[in-house]
C-alpha cells in the first residue's frame, strides 16, 4: 500500500481529496457486513430505486434492504449508481519524461509509475471496471491490480493487438496462429485493427477473409473480440461474426444496421478521444504516427464522431456501450465522454449510464457480475455529487468509490468543486 500511497501524492488530484480528508481505502475482514443508505440509486439496468439500502459482505452485494442497519455510510444526499465499465481505454499509455507522448510500449521505472498512477485515476473517477486494448505492458498491471498490491480498476486487456497491414499481416492461417497465441499469453478478448486510423483517412486494411478468421478463431478459443474499424469495415466486422466494432465513424446508416441484425456491440467515441489529441496537440506532433495532417483530419472528424452517436441510438436493436479511448493526457478524465454523449451527441442521460453498466458488462459477458446493483453482484458502487439524468456534468463530481467491498474514496458534499 505504499507504493499506492506515494502515487497518489504524484496525483493532481491528491490535493482536493486531502483537502477533503479522503479514507485510505478500507479492505474489508472476511464476511463483514457493510450498510450503505441511498436516497436514490440508479442500478444499472435503467430502474430507478428510492430510500433503500445496500448490504455489502465480503466482495460481494448480499442485500437491498430498506431497514438494514447499523448505516456504515450514509449517501444519501447523492446519486448512487454501479462501478462505471470503460470498454476502450489504454491504461499503461503515458506521457513520457519530456512531456512527449510516449505511447504504451515504455518499459521504463518511470513508465511503470506513470501506468500504476493512470490505474489510479482512472478508479477514482467512478470506472471500476476498464477493457485496455492493448499492449503487453497490461498484463502486469492487471495482475498487480487484481492480487491487490496495488489500487485501480479491473483490467481486462488484448495483450498484443493484431494490426491490419494488408496482406502483410498474414494469411488466415497464420491469423488464427496469432489469436491462439494471444490465448496462450493470458488474453481477455481480441483486439483488431481492420482500418487505418482516421489521421490516415480510415481505409480497410484487411480483407473480409482475413477478417473472418480472427473473429472465428477468437470464438472458438472463447474469446470476444474488438475491431477498429471506419466505413466499410465496420460492415466487413459484423459480417465476420465479431463482437465489437470500435469508432465507426463514416459507416452509414445501412451499416449501422447490419451490427444490429448480426448483434454486433458499437462503441463510437463522441469526443473525448479527440479533444484530448487537440489539448495536448504539441505532446503529440512528432512523435510516431502523429503529423501536422493527421491532426487536421482529427479537426475534420469531431463533428463525424457526434453524427456516428446521434445516429448509432437511433437505429433499434443496435447496442452501443461506453468506451473512450481514454490515452496519455485523459486518464482519470473518462466520464467527459459521457457529458459529449449526451450534450453533443443527443444521447439520452440514462441510456448513456447504462451503456457503461449492465450493457457494458454483457457486452463483456460478465453481466452476471459487474455492471448492476443487485444481490450476487459485485460490490462496485460509486455515489455522484449531483443527479446525473437532470445534469450531465454530475459526472464529474464522483464522491464515493467502492470496489469489491473495498472503499477507494469517501469525500463530503461540496468537496470537489462545480464544473459546467
Known sequence: MRLAWFLLCLSSNFIVYATARANPPTVPTPNRRIVIGASTLLDGRGHALHDTRIVVEGSKIVALDPKASPV?????????????????????????????NAGAEQTTQFAAYQSASNA?????????????????????????????????????????????????????????????????????????????????????TLSQDQLNAACDEANKQGLRTLVHAYKEAVRATAL???????????????????????????????????????????????????????????????????????????IPRLKVVFGTDALAGSHGRNAEEFIDRVRDAGVDSLGAMISANSLAAEAMRISDRIGSIAPGYEADIIALDGDPLKDITAVRRVVFVMKGGVVYKNVPRGAIPVQK
Open 72 to 100: 456504515d455510510y450514509d449517501l444519501g444526499a447523492f446519486t448512487v449508481l454501479p462501478g462505471w465499465i470503460d470498454s476502450h481505454v489504454h491504461i499503461t499509455w503515458s506521457f513520457g519524461p519530456d512531456g512527449k
Open 120 to 204: 489510479w485515476l482512472t478508479l477514482m473517477a467512478g470506472f471500476t471496471t476498464v477493457q485496455s486494448v492493448g499492449s503487453p505492458r497490461d498484463v502486469p498491471l492487471r495482475d498487480a491490480i487484481a492480487k491487490g498490491a496495488i489500487p485501480g480498476p479491473r483490467i481486462l486487456t488484448a495483450i498484443e493487438p493484431l494490426e491490419g497491414k494488408g496482406e502483410k499481416t498474414g494469411t488466415p492461417d497464420e491469423i488464427r496462429a496469432f489469436v491462439r497465441k494471444q490465448k496462450a499469453a493470458g488474453a481477455d478478448l481480441i483486439k483488431i485493427f481492420a482500418s487505418a486510423s482516421i489521421r490516415q483517412g480510415g481505409g480497410m
Open 240 to 314: 465476420a461474426g465479431c463482437t465489437e466494432v470500435e469508432h465507426g465513424t463514416m459507416a452509414t446508416d445501412d451499416d449501422l444496421k447490419v451490427l444490429a441484425e448480426q448483434g454486433t456491440y458499437f462503441d463510437p467515441q463522441a469526443g473525448l478521444v479527440i479533444e484530448n489529441y487537440l489539448a495536448n496537440r504539441e505532446r503529440f506532433i512528432g512523435t510516431q504516427g502523429y503529423t501536422e495532417e493527421g491532426f487536421a483530419a482529427m479537426e475534420r472528424a469531431v463533428s463525424l464522431d457526434h453524427d456516428i452517436v446521434r445516429r448509432a441510438v437511433k
